[in-house]
């Protein structure tokens, strides 16, 4: 049995990977998750995993390692998984206490910020035995020449649509141009540098309407922005969605500028829409987004990310044999089943090590 530590299980991408393994366990290892905080807006009712979550009462970080100490003589679990910086501090305690295998997988980012909480789980992941990234970037960021990497695995909720309209789509090809964004409106999410391209596009001629879906604290600098640069008719914030796949499905082109990612779900959707994606060069989003299937951008770079844009919109042909291998791609290596195969080769190495 795998007993797995996590903070939470609101949505974001780590919660998101750890409930599609809760989900999608076989017989050979059972999962369970130890969650320290509960949330409303959480993945447990969606990927149905009650049965498979123990709450954390208190907040106090000894009757934390406490509690946690009984699940563990109660379930004796073969391998301790932790899934943050905070969580691996304690999976290191408890299994120097109990001698239960530790795997480290804090590492979600391909690039490493130099505050005291990336600093810790830096330290934290350089004393672990075993370690698992999202992305080789996550990695080579950390400066460690050892880990196992599970890329996310999408589910199969696109396969509601004709496999036909994704791998072949009839779109259209006069203006305008449907662009598409799926992000939280965080600083870490470069909203602007795409902004102010769009605008320089306008000017040219270019008509397009971009829908960015997501929400956050940025929302009105965002909105001001758009206000701004006078494309208030061209993009429309739709906020938080349920059915983001019926968006991409209609878009003609993804675009996502990212301060640093690790394995991002939001492109790898965009993949299995069909999309060509236009991203920036950050972290490990290169280990996805190749030239086959898109075209990268210098991070915060507006020249250059309007001219990959003005590329894609220009040629019709490029963008729909792009948005051909983005599908092809996806389903042959993110596929919840692929990211399954993985997990379970890394569980049975380290079982066996």
């Known amino acids: 049995m795998i007993l797995h530590l996590i903070s939470s299980l609101r949505r974001g991408g780590r919660e998101r990977q750890l409930a599609g393994i809760l989900k999608h366990e076989n017989q050979h290892y059972s999962n369970k998750a130890i969650v320290f905080n509960k949330n409303e807006n959480s993945y447990e009712k969606e990927y149905e995993l009650t049965d498979k979550l123990i709450y954390l009462k208190s907040r106090n970080p ?41 795997i480290n997988g804090s590492i979600r980012h391909g690039i490493v910020l130099h505050n005291r909480k990336q600093l810790w789980r830096k330290f934290i992941l350089h004393l672990s035995k075993y370690i698992v990234a999202n992305s ?50 965080v600083p870490y999410k470069d909203y602007f540098t795409i902004i102010k391209s769009l605008a320089s596009l306008k000017e040219q001629g270019y008509i397009f309407i971009y829908n960015i879906v997501g929400d ?21 914030i739709l906020g938080r969605i349920e059915d983001v796949e019926k968006h991409l499905i209609k878009a003609d082109i993804f675009i996502h500028s990212s301060k640093g990612e690790g394995c991002s779900n939001a492109i790898l959707e965009a993949m299995f829409a069909g999309l060509p994606v236009i991203a ?27 001219l990959q844009i003005k590329k894609l919109i220009d040629d019709p042909d490029l963008r729909q044999e792009m948005g051909r291998q983005s599908a092809k791609i996806a389903r042959e290596k993110f596929t919840v089943d692929v990211m399954m195969r993985n997990y379970y080769n890394i569980l049975k190495e380290v079982h066996q090590s």
Not at 152 to 179: A, C, M, R, W
């Open 280 to 306: 920036s060069n950050t972290g490990g989003t290169p280990e996805i987004v190749g030239e086959k299937n898109g075209l990268l951008f210098e991070y915060k770079n507006a020249e250059q990310l309007e």
């Open 216 to 236: 956050g604290p940025m929302k009105d600098e965002i909105l001001n922005y758009i206000k701004d640069h006078d494309l208030e008719k061209e993009i429309i």
């Open 62 to 102: 000894i009757v934390r390692i406490v509690d946690i100490y009984r699940v563990l003589r109660t379930e004796k679990p073969n391998i301790i998984w932790t899934w943050g910086g905070f969580e691996a501090t304690f999976g290191l305690i408890l299994s120097a206490l109990t001698r239960v295998k530790h």
């Open 136 to 185: 080789k970037a996550g990695l080579k960021a950390n400066k460690l020449k050892r880990g196992f990497v599970l890329y996310n695995g999408i589910d199969h909720k696109f396969d509601t649509y004709k496999q036909s309209t994704i791998l072949n789509p009839d779109k259209k090809t006069e203006p305008p141009v449907l662009l598409i964004s799926v992000a939280n409106l």
